[in-house]
């Protein structure tokens, strides 16, 4: 089906009934993917005990982690708060990770709230196991702002080591444009060169700032409708290149929309995922299944649910009721 995206979950609370339905598992429940590589969980991450049942016997080489920081998603506005359930699962994850392992974690800063998670947190990790190794910058292509600010179009990126983990150099050049001139430069036969002259691609290897990843946007194959904070594929293929080896096992516990399961199975490696929604966790198991029959990564104009809002027609006047603009991936 074609052109019937899910507006946002998180703005339309009534879909939820509708889509729970056809949800598999519940509350502490988990899937095992039949080819054996992969489990999602219905798991409150920062549960230890439910966290470790997700693991079972396996631990993870790295761990992608993209934890909601909108403080009105826990119903508390007080940082210390959040705080308080970062500690949690930052210390589930370190039970379920290898003693040589890294972590990132997406992290915003509410320029209206004193810039907060961002510093708390990194405050925080100071009390953990954890070492700082690097803070990436992801540009996205649009943003938002007011005319009394500048636009943001930044999401930042933590990456945190315990012991002396994996770190692949990327074998190619990625596409980011080398935007520098004339930085660098040394004598080559007696002539002086630039680095953008002496290089033999016009790109570079990745750095800590990200220039070249689309953000997911309607138009786009991977886009999953209903979901509102889906990560690029190409941002989580780069961190498991980079930190991982095949078959290592990839740890997400905020799988959301599952660009990590997606891009863990395309580059040979096991990931076990979590969300403590279960319709997340069917949209999660959906795209994998989608991905192994048709090599479509998502839905672009539609939703996981499209067959059933061919027969179900108590979803379909549901979705009919909605103004056009509002649906939407958001």
Not at 26 to 48: N, S, T
Not at 172 to 177: C, G, K, L, Q, S
Not at 272 to 293: F, K
Request: aromatic content about 10%.
């Amino acid at each position: 089906m074609k052109h019937l995206p899910l507006p946002r979950l998180d703005r339309h609370p009534d879909l939820r009934p509708y889509l729970l339905r056809y949800c598999r598992i519940r509350e502490g429940e988990i899937w095992d993917d039949p080819v054996g590589l992969h489990r999602v969980g219905c798991i409150d991450a920062a549960d230890a005990r439910q966290v470790a049942a997700l693991m079972g016997d396996e631990r993870a080489a790295l761990a992608i982690h993209d934890p909601p920081y909108n403080l009105v998603a826990f119903e508390q506005r007080a940082i210390e708060g959040y705080i308080a359930w970062c500690e949690r699962w930052v210390a589930a994850t370190r039970q379920a990770l290898l003693p040589d392992s890294s972590l990132y974690v997406w992290l915003g800063a509410d320029q209206t709230a004193g810039l907060q998670p961002l510093p708390d947190f990194m405050i925080m990790m100071r009390r953990t196991p954890f070492r700082p190794r690097s803070y990436i910058t992801m540009r996205n292509q649009r943003g938002y702002g007011t005319q009394h600010n500048w636009m943001a179009v930044r999401q930042e990126l933590l990456y945190y080591v315990v012991g002396e983990p994996t770190f692949n150099i990327e074998a190619e050049y990625t596409d980011i444009p080398k935007i520098l001139r004339g930085y660098y430069k040394k004598d080559v036969n007696g002539k002086a060169t630039e680095n953008i002259e002496r290089g033999k691609s016009e790109h570079i290897r990745a750095g800590n700032v990200w220039v070249d990843i689309q953000q997911v946007f309607y138009r786009l194959e991977e886009n999953v409708s209903g979901c509102y904070a889906q990560k690029p594929l190409k941002s989580c293929e780069r961190i498991i290149r980079a930190s991982s080896g095949r078959e290592d096992v990839v740890l997400d516990l905020f799988g959301h929309s599952g660009s990590t399961l997606i891009a863990a199975e395309q580059l040979g490696r096991r990931c076990y995922t979590s969300d403590i929604d279960p319709v997340y966790c069917e949209i999660m198991i959906r795209r994998i299944e989608r991905l192994r029959a048709t090599g479509r990564t998502g839905w672009q104009n539609s939703n996981p649910f499209e067959d059933e809002c061919e027969t179900d027609g108590e979803l379909r006047q549901m979705l009919g009721m909605s103004a056009p603009d509002k649906l939407s991936s958001g």
